[in-house]
């Protein structure tokens, strides 16, 4: 319990920073992209578009990438997109690196051998001799709670469960840290949503020019609502589908993890019959 608690003050600081310094440079690129890129060429388009307008001459308008993502809910989605992005990176590593040491034999039991109660001190020295790091990983946390119960109860329907136990825990402790994500998730798209309600506000401001014969502006405003809902679901598309690749991930882990202390360690555990 104390080595869990340790990990957890030292990873959470840590990971908070990483996301808020993650945040300040999705930030910071995106809106130099917009301003460098994006919004100079779709001003040169729609200025372009606007002359040829204005001459009488007939033509097909393209639909430009530029003039698609110029809008401020466009730039919000890409910022949001990016920063879930990093945490995901963040977390799929973490779960990757976890996961490379289901190959290791971090247990050494030869294939016939036991593991008696009076055993189980050889083999927790063996867990506590991995770096803090490693030891804070779910396989070995659940390799040395089995041995713990195993050698204070001398029941191997207990070390079961104590297994299940850590396996479960962990499950509920990946899948809460995604909240932020499933946050993000949900508001890409209620950022386009925001678009498009002002694209249609600026478009009703503007039906009087409509009546008149000028429709441009109300065109115009109509594009950004439907620029920004299409740029929004787009995206909204994307994060939750590295978003459930990301749960797959860290769902093996733990099944897996299950799966090893049951084929590596339960199999072995055997009571002396008195």
């Not at 016939?112 to 109660?117: A, D, E, Q, T, V």
């Not at 994307?238 to 733990?254: A, C, N, S």
Request: hydrophobic share 45%; proline share 3%.
């Amino acid at each position: 319990m104390t080595n869990d608690s340790a990990s957890l003050k030292s990873q959470l600081p840590f990971e908070l920073v990483y996301q808020i310094v993650a945040l300040i440079v999705a930030v910071i690129l995106v809106h130099l992209v917009y301003i460098t890129v994006i919004r100079p060429n779709a001003e040169a388009i729609q200025t372009a578009q606007a002359e040829r307008v204005a001459q009488g001459e007939e033509y097909v308008q393209d639909r430009s990438l530029y003039v698609v993502l110029k809008d401020f809910e466009q730039e919000a989605c890409f910022i949001l997109m990016f920063w879930a992005m990093a945490i995901m990176g963040y977390k799929g590593r973490a779960a990757l690196r976890e996961r490379a040491l289901l190959t290791a034999d971090i247990v050494p039991v030869s294939e016939g051998m036991s593991i008696l109660p009076e055993d189980t001190r050889e083999y927790t020295r063996a867990i506590q001799a991995l770096p803090d790091e490693v030891q804070n990983y779910l396989l070995p946390r659940a390799l040395m709670s089995a041995l713990q119960r195993f050698a204070s109860t001398r029941n191997v329907q207990d070390v079961s469960e104590a297994i299940k136990s850590v396996c479960d825990s962990e499950s509920d402790r990946l899948d809460s840290e995604l909240a932020m994500v499933r946050y993000i998730a949900w508001a890409i798209p209620s950022i386009g949503f925001i678009g498009t309600v002002r694209g249609i506000g600026e478009a009703l401001g503007q039906a009087y020019k409509a009546v008149e014969g000028d429709i441009a502006g109300v065109t115009a405003s109509l594009g950004v609502a439907f620029n920004s809902t299409f740029t929004a679901l787009v995206i909204s598309i994307v994060l939750m589908f590295l978003m459930h690749q990301l749960q797959l991930i860290q769902e093996r882990l733990v099944l897996d993890t299950q799966t090893y202390c049951d084929q590596r360690l339960l199999r072995h555990l055997q009571v002396r019959s008195e």
